[in-house]
């Protein structure tokens, strides 16, 4: 057998081939691993690229929200004209003590409380509910729901034609644009902030009297508006009524 060593391109070529067979047993080749400042750049880039990722979800998921709460205020508005084109009447709001349903005085049929709850027990709606029965919205907030109570409070007990509602709804709170003064019955998803709010808009859609905000969302601080509105309009209602043979 030839000797490698008498043939010098030979033996440079067994070497590279066979050279680690000549390594001392048990020895091995040294490995780089990552110093600190590489590791501090590798979690700089992961941070931002979750970063990039986390923006966007909670920005769609918001999102989602939102077209719920429309969806939802939709639903309720259906149904409150199907119980009036079935009853002849709106439903009074649900209170703390009524468990979901509408509650009105017993004796005289009127509404125990004109601002209150949306009543989904007595409207058949489904949806998460809180420990009162009251309908919640996306964010977990009840769904306010107010009756007018003009004309002696005829809209929750028999409705006739030429009754005059009286909740208004304005672009803001001043009410220097109306977008309706003959409202029948309104109904608020309070929104991602629910009740605690500075917003001077958003405050007139949670102190009980006849007048509401509905306006472009704004998240600008101290003028927030993330409510979502709907409202029954007398004519609408009248019409649905007429439709139904409750009234002539």
């Known amino acids: 057998m030839t000797h490698p060593a008498?043939?010098?391109s030979l033996a440079a070529k067994w070497h590279v081939m066979h050279g680690s067979k000549c390594s001392k047993p048990g020895s091995r080749q040294p490995q780089r691993g990552f110093n600190l400042v590489e590791m501090a750049i590798v979690l700089v880039i992961l941070g931002v690229l979750l970063g990039g990722l986390i923006t966007p979800f909670s920005t769609q998921l918001e999102t989602s929200k939102r077209k719920g709460a429309e969806a939802q205020l939709q639903d309720i508005h259906d149904a409150l004209i199907g119980f009036a084109a079935n009853?002849?009447?709106l439903p009074c709001p649900a209170t703390a003590a009524s468990n979901g349903l509408a509650a009105p005085n017993a004796a005289t049929t009127a509404c125990t409380s004109a601002a209150g709850f949306v009543?989904?027990?007595t409207l058949g709606l489904n949806g998460a509910v809180d420990g009162n029965g009251f309908l919640l919205d996306p964010w977990l907030n009840p769904v306010r729901y107010t009756l007018t109570t003009a004309n002696g409070g005829a809209f929750?007990?028999?409705l006739t034609l030429?009754?005059?509602p009286d909740l208004q709804v304005c672009e803001q709170s001043g009410c220097?644009?109306?977008l309706t003064n003959t409202g029948v019955a309104v109904v608020v998803s309070p929104g991602e902030d629910g009740l605690v709010t500075a917003s001077v808009d958003q405050l007139e859609n949670i102190d009980g009297d006849t007048l509401f905000v509905n306006r472009v969302f704004s998240e600008l601080a101290g003028a927030e508006f993330n409510d979502h509105i709907i409202w029954v309009s007398v004519n609408t209602l009248v019409y649905n009524l007429v439709k139904a043979g409750q009234i002539n």
Do not use: E, W, Y
Request: charge should be positive; proline fraction near 11%; aromatic fraction near 6%.
């Open 87 to 89: 009853n002849g009447r």
């Open 156 to 158: 929750s007990n028999v």
């Open 162 to 164: 030429g009754l005059t």
């Open 6 to 8: 008498r043939f010098p």
């Open 176 to 178: 220097t644009s109306v």
């Open 119 to 121: 009543p989904a027990a």
